[in-house]
Every structure is written in C-alpha cells, then in structure tokens.
C-alpha cells in the first residue's frame, strides 16, 4: 500500500494518504471534500531506484525500467 501525496481544491491543504491503489478515492482530513493527486516530489521507479523518465502517472506508463 503506497503513500501518496494529495492536494485539496476546497481548502488548499496538502496531506499525505496510505491507499489501497493509487486510483482510490480520498477524502481531505480537514473539510472532507474530494483531494486530488499531488505529482510534487521525487519519483522513484518500483525498483526504488529514482527514474529519470517516470511521470509518476502508473496508468499511462510504459514500464520501470
């Protein structure tokens, strides 16, 4: 289970979340309103090495390779 990194639109704060998948749904600690996904920070592949061409984007990713 990642965590991953969310930003609120309703409240601008930003928070961290242990998901199940990174396509879960996750609500904002502090108002509730849906978050979204925060691409900010290093990437790093599956191997844990950081990847140079990853988007951080899993779902329109060739690969880590």
């Not at 930003?14 to 990437?43: M, Y």
């Not at 990853?54 to 779902?59: A, L, P, Q, V």
Request: hydrophobic residues 20%; proline residues 5%.
């Amino acid at each position: 289970m990642p965590v991953l990194q969310y930003r609120c639109d309703k409240c601008n704060k930003d928070f961290e979340e242990l998901v199940k998948s990174h396509d879960c749904p996750v609500r904002c600690p502090d108002c509730g309103a849906l978050a979204k996904r925060s691409w900010s920070g290093e990437i790093l592949s599956a191997t844990g090495k950081q990847s140079k061409k990853c988007s951080g984007n899993c779902k329109t990713c060739g690969g880590c390779r």
